[in-house]
């Protein structure tokens, strides 16, 4: 049992410090039709879609993965957790 609480203390603090140096997302601009432009990040940065897609496939902003919709595009999401306040939509606009 220790064993096991140890694992996961220890993934718990690899989630911490993999938190801590991704980026996330805090706002988003979206274009007259409601889709997503623009991502403002907690450095203040502003990316476009496509450099946040290309950010997400390579872990650096926290909680976005980078998925192919039915129209077989990709597209960007939070991941799954339950919640619907982090959902990329549901975010402050900017």
């Known amino acids: 049992m220790d064993q096991q609480f140890n694992q996961q203390q220890m993934q718990a603090a690899q989630n911490e410090t993999q938190m ?3 980026e996330q997302v805090v706002a988003v601009r979206k274009n007259g039709d409601g889709d997503i432009v623009e991502l403002k990040l907690t450095s203040g940065r502003v990316v476009d879609y496509k450099t946040a897609q290309a950010m997400a496939k390579n872990n650096e ?3 976005v993965q980078v998925f192919r919709g039915r129209d077989d595009e990709e597209h960007l999401r939070s991941t799954p957790d ?4 982090n959902n990329l939509d549901n ?3 900017f």
């Open 61 to 63: 902003i926290y909680n």
């Open 91 to 93: 975010l402050p606009t």
């Open 20 to 22: 801590t140096q991704q």
């Open 82 to 85: 339950g919640r619907t306040d």
